[in-house]
């Protein structure tokens, strides 16, 4: 087996195992799926052994948690950070949440779109704790964008806000199914007519 770009020098077991576990879940989980990578293949790629990845984390089930906790943590990887840069107004960052891509791990060959509504289409309801932590995260990432549409002078920023959400996400699972990044550049044509919409011009 090739060696893992998260896990690349990394001697087996010893010190940083938790580390090289949880990188080797988000690169795994986030190309390969969740029901797809088993416990050995995600010990295999951290270099630790099946009972050292078991000592950190005492199911699967409390890996797929950690690993959410990770990638919400790291907005990159959900295409979300620019909501939160503060050299750009509000206006420029609702624009520039269509036009920037998410990253992918390396090994990705297909378009997985976002890894959070990823796990929760795989859990379907089996995964509890999981579910309810990929339903908050939706929550809170639609009330940042009406709360972005009010700071850039939506008159009714409620109802851009939902659109907006309704348009990312709907463009990721599109592109996802479709393994084309074409539904992603439809969206951001169709954001900025609704921004304009409601913003006016630049």
Known sequence: METSEATAGATRGGRGARERILRAAVELFTSDGIHATGVAKLADVAHVSTR??????????????????????DGAILGETVLDRRDLG??????????????SPPSAK???????????VESAGTL??????????????AARLVETAAEAGAPRPE?????????????????????DMG???DAEGLAKTLIEGATGPA
């Open 183 to 185: 539904p992603l550049q």
């Open 110 to 120: 297909v378009v997985r779109g976002c890894p959070m509504h990823n796990a929760a």
């Open 52 to 73: 050292t990845l078991y000592q950190h984390f005492p199911s699967k089930e409390a890996l797929i948690g950690a690993y959410l906790q990770r990638i919400e943590s």
């Open 159 to 179: 109802v851009l806000g939902r659109q907006l959400a309704v348009l990312f996400e709907g463009a990721r699972a599109l592109a996802t199914s479709l393994n």
């Open 128 to 141: 509890p704790e999981a579910s309810a932590a990929v339903e908050r995260h939706k929550r809170e990432f």
């Open 90 to 103: 509000a206006r420029e960052r609702l624009l520039r949440l269509f036009a920037e891509r998410p990253t």
